[in-house]
């Protein structure tokens, strides 16, 4: 099985900065992609951020300039350095890795942390 433990949300004034991180664990042979999502409330989940292995990223312009996405591919682990905050970014932020299980398996398979909150409020 695979787990993704997700940390460093919280409670942050407007323009204060978090990061993010995901640690993915588990039956892995390699990870094509992870990434951060959103979801406030009454919304649907929307992209914040993935980077593929490689290192190409995909920011959402609505955060263009302020997060930015980074992976240690050593550790399964992923980065959200998120600055200049603004009330808007409040939402549960869940990561999201594309995993390939096995070396004779080209089939990814998509999991999902449990989620952390953040909030920006003064």
């Known amino acids: 099985q695979v787990q993704l433990v997700e940390s460093g949300g919280g409670l942050v004034q407007p323009g204060g900065s978090l990061r993010l991180s995901c640690a993915a664990s588990?039956?892995?042979?390699?990870?094509?992609?992870m990434g951060w999502y959103r979801q406030a409330s009454g919304k649907q989940r929307e992209l914040v951020a993935v980077?593929?292995?490689?290192?190409?990223?995909n920011i959402a312009d609505s955060v263009k300039g302020r997060f930015t996405i980074s992976r240690n591919n050593t550790k399964n682990t992923v980065f959200l350095q998120m600055n200049s905050l603004t009330p808007e970014d409040t939402a549960v932020y869940y990561c999201n890795a594309k995993i390939r299980k096995e070396h004779w398996s080209r089939t990814t398979w998509d999991y999902w942390g449990q989620g952390t909150q953040v909030t920006v409020s003064s």
């Open positions: 980077i593929i292995s490689g290192g190409s990223t």
């Open positions: 588990g039956s892995i042979f390699s990870i094509n992609a």
